[in-house]
């Protein structure tokens, strides 16, 4: 866990893309299926630690920018239905739109590190 308030809980995700390691998932606390059904107050609250988010990963990871995504509906590659927005570090030709994420899950102890350094930052 990297971030937790009423409304949002943030952490490392389970699964990474090979040159983008740590990105977090931002995730409200009350179930809504997809972006349809999120409440403006989830929404901003969303947005919210999003941003804060974005700017510790900076510090914290030393990324050269961010990227967020977010999907909808099988179409738009929704495989979870609980709405969430992934928040990626980028660096200089990670090529993160080009590659597949990693095939195996990372354990709860890997992602330790990150979320550490995240919570430092904040």
């Known amino acids: 866990m990297v971030h937790r308030d009423d409304r949002v809980f943030a952490i490392i995700a389970p699964r990474w893309w090979p040159r983008n390691a740590g990105h977090v998932l931002i995730i409200p606390v009350a179930h809504h299926e997809n972006l349809y059904d999120l409440p403006a107050a989830d929404g901003h609250a ?3 630690a999003t941003q804060r988010l974005a700017r510790a990963m900076r510090t914290a990871y030393g990324c050269a920018g961010v990227s967020t995504r977010q999907h909808n509906e099988p179409a ?6 609980h709405f969430h927005q992934h928040l990626f570090p980028r660096y200089p030709g990670d090529d ?7 095939p195996d899950w990372l354990r709860a102890d890997q992602r330790h590190a990150y979320a550490d350094r995240l919570r430092d930052a904040l």
Request: glycine share 12%; net charge negative; aromatic share 18%.
């Open 46 to 48: 969303v947005f919210d």
């Open 76 to 81: 738009g590659n929704q495989d979870v239905w």
């Open 96 to 102: 993160l739109y080009g590659t597949l994420p990693e």
